[in-house]
């Protein structure tokens, strides 16, 4: 039994007989980086953010929606060049800027609900993408 995989570019790999595979083989080829899910849970927090940004009651807070939104914008970017260390280096900011000051309200919530969506597929990337 041999396995087969499609990269995103069209390439082919081929795997060794299942029964010879490795967790680390297994466990890589699981985390394989999905550039086009990043894109789409970037374009879903974005949305989310100028959603919250617009519904917000607290004047303070729209500086803040206004920082994430860059940020995010950097991390697309980023993506756009297939650059992991640096979507690695911005999740990891944008993540310690949410655990310093959170977003009030049920619009905050899922501002930072779906950020989190994004920085956990992030962290789950293998550097073999």
Do not use: C
Not at 35 to 46: E, H, K, M, N, P
Not at 108 to 129: H, I, P, Y
């Amino acid at each position: 039994m041999v396995l087969l995989g499609l990269y995103s570019g069209g390439s082919v790999w081929v795997g060794q007989p299942a029964q010879r595979l490795s967790r680390m083989s297994v466990s890589r080829a699981a985390t394989m980086i999905e550039w086009d899910q990043l894109v789409d849970r970037l374009s879903a927090y974005v949305e989310t953010l100028n959603r919250a940004a617009d519904a917000t009651t607290t004047a303070k807070e729209r500086p803040r929606y206004t920082q994430h939104l860059a940020t995010a914008a950097l991390i697309f970017a980023a993506t756009h060049r297939r650059s992991l260390a640096d979507v690695r280096r911005l999740v990891a900011d944008e993540r310690r800027s949410f655990g310093w000051d959170y977003l009030t309200g049920d619009v905050g919530n899922q501002a930072e609900s779906e950020f989190d969506r994004v920085a956990s597929l992030v962290e789950s990337f293998d550097d073999a993408g």
